[in-house]
C-alpha cells in the first residue's frame, strides 16, 4: 500500500490503493479486516471471535485515548463513554499499566 503523508496530517493514497479502499469509515475497515481473516480460514471454523475482535480494536483504542490525554485516566474514560473504574480493569485486564 503506498501512503504519502503530507504537512503531518494528510495522508494521501495511491490511485491503485484508493480503488482498494472504498469504504474509509471504521466500519469499513473493521470488515475489510474480517473478510480477509475469513479468507485466510481455509475452511477452518473460527472459535471465540467476538473476543478476538473486541481484544483487537479495544487494545489500541484505549492506548490512543490514554497517549491524547496524556495518562489522564479520568479524561479518557469520559472520552471513551465509561467509568474510571471500567477503565483502570480493562487497562488491568489487558496489561496496560
Known amino acids: 500500500?503506498?501512503?504519502t503523508v503530507q504537512?503531518?496530517?494528510v495522508i494521501?493514497?495511491?490511485?491503485?490503493t484508493r480503488s482498494v479502499i472504498k469504504d474509509q469509515s471504521l466500519r469499513g475497515y473493521v470488515r475489510q479486516a474480517l473478510q480477509q481473516y475469513f479468507a485466510q480460514l481455509d475452511g477452518q471454523e473460527p472459535a471465540d471471535l467476538h473476543r478476538l475482535?473486541?481484544?483487537?480494536?479495544?487494545?489500541p483504542l484505549i492506548k490512543i485515548?490514554?497517549?491524547?490525554?496524556r495518562g489522564n485516566?479520568?479524561?479518557a474514560a469520559k472520552i471513551l463513554g465509561i467509568s474510571r473504574g471500567t477503565l483502570r480493569k480493562k487497562m488491568a485486564m489487558y496489561e496496560l499499566d
Open 1 to 3: 500500500m503506498a501512503v
Open 7 to 9: 504537512n503531518r496530517d
Open 12 to 16: 494521501s493514497l495511491a490511485p491503485e
Open 53 to 59: 475482535v473486541m481484544r483487537e480494536v479495544e487494545v
Open 65 to 69: 485515548v490514554l497517549q491524547y490525554t
Open 73 to 75: 485516566q479520568s479524561r
